[in-house]
């Protein structure tokens, strides 16, 4: 089992940034795919990024939303992943999740992962 504490959400005003972290105990994340995902009040939960293990040291893809203000790193030997986020946006607002997939296949598709943290609140304020 693979358990999924995610940390560092916040308030913050629009153009800020805020670094989330995702912190796994019970297996190492090394190997899996990570993703991050979001869900506004009234929303489906949504893709924001995913992080696929390589042995070169992984590639990451983003949400066209996201992409070019929020970037995912991983650091195995804290079997850590994080979300810097960049350049806050009010409708970057929601609860961010992590989750993992141990198959390593990732990708934009929530029933994908079978880990899940339980989040964490980013509001950004206009």
């Known amino acids: 089992q693979v358990q999924l504490v995610e940390s560092g959400g916040g308030l913050v005003q629009a153009g800020g940034s805020l670094r989330l972290s995702c912190v796994a105990s019970?297996?190492?994340?090394?190997?899996?795919?990570m993703g991050w995902f979001r869900q506004a009040p009234g929303k489906e939960r949504e893709f924001v990024g995913w992080s696929r293990f390589t042995w070169s040291g992984g590639t990451t893809y983003y949400a066209d939303s996201v992409k070019g203000r929020f970037t995912i790193a991983r650091d195995n030997a804290k079997n850590t992943v994080y979300l810097q986020m960049n350049s806050l946006k009010p409708e970057d607002t929601a609860v961010y999740y992590c989750?993992?997939?141990?198959?390593?296949?990732?990708?934009?598709?929530?029933?994908?992962?079978?880990?899940w943290g339980q989040g964490t609140q980013v509001t950004v304020s206009s």
């Open positions: 019970g297996r190492t994340l090394s190997t899996y795919a």
């Open positions: 989750a993992a997939d141990h198959l390593n296949n990732g990708g934009s598709d929530l029933a994908t992962y079978r880990y």
